[in-house]
C-alpha cells in the first residue's frame, strides 16, 4: 500500500481517542501519508490522514483539496474537502483490523499535491498527534 493512496477507512480522531473511544464513528476517505516497510519483520506500518469536508477550525492544520486532485482521488462526490495533518492514526497494514488485504483504493493524490501534504504533516509532526489503531 504505497503512499498518496486514498482509502476508505474508519479514521479514529484524536478527540474521541482521548475520551477513550476505539472505533472510528464512520468510515471516510483517508490519505495514505506514509507507507514504510519494516526491515525486521517485513510489515507495512502507514501513517493515516483523514480527508473531511468541514473546514478546518483555526488551530488545526489542514490543506485544501483541489477539484482536480479531488478527481485524482475519486472525491467526486465532494464539493469541497480537506486533508487534516495535525493528527494521524498508525496503523499495520497487514495487521489492521481496518484494512482489507484487497481493499479498494478510491484513487490517488498528484506527486506535487503528495509532496505539500508530506512537508505539512513533517512541519506538524512536532506538536501533531498520533492515534495507534494497533489495539
Known sequence: MPARQVISY???WAWQHERGETEGRKTRPTCVVVAVRGTKDGLIRLALLAITTQPPHADRVALEVSAIECRRAGLTDLN???VVVDEYNYDIAERSWYIEPDG???GRFS????MKIAGAFIDA???G???SRLD
Not at 506527486?111 to 503528495?114: D, E, L, P, R, T
Open 111 to 114: 506527486k506535487a499535491f503528495m
Open 104 to 106: 479498494k483504493i478510491l
Open 125 to 127: 509532526r512536532s506538536y
Open 129 to 131: 498527534r498520533r492515534v
Open 80 to 82: 469541497r474537502c480537506w
Open 10 to 12: 474508519p479514521y479514529l
